[in-house]
């Protein structure tokens, strides 16, 4: 099976090769530095467009976007949990306070019974 995200890591790794050699040049006397700053702006276009092509070949794999939509699942499931949790704590905070005021009442008739 080709490893499409090695290549375009190696591809990646080769423009900003070329890249930096473009930045030595810029550096030395007399250099176009206008036309080497458009050559280096178009060479950072063509790196973003293959890290994009390897994110997307990451995303289209089918074991992974398995695991993508169990983590998106399994995000949704936490969220639910801890609303349900929150929901719980509110209805224990509810419990203990009727039974704050239950106590302050039987407290409160103590001496008549």
Do not use: C, W, Y
């Not at 206008?34 to 050559?39: E, L, V």
């Not at 609303?83 to 106590?103: F, G, R, W």
């Amino acid at each position: 099976m080709t490893d499409f995200n090695a290549i375009a890591d190696t591809a990646v790794a080769d423009v900003q090769s070329v890249i930096d050699a473009l930045n030595t040049q810029r550096a030395q006397a007399g250099a176009d530095t206008a036309s080497i700053d458009a050559q280096v702006a178009t060479l950072e276009n063509k790196q973003d467009a293959l890290r994009d092509l390897a994110l997307h070949e990451i995303e289209d794999d089918p074991a992974n976007a398995a695991a993508i939509a169990a983590l998106n699942a399994a995000s949704t499931d936490l969220t639910t949990q801890a609303k349900e949790v929150a929901t719980a704590a509110n209805a224990l905070n509810s419990a203990n306070q009727i039974v704050a005021a239950a106590t302050s009442l039987l407290t409160a008739a103590a001496p008549f019974l």
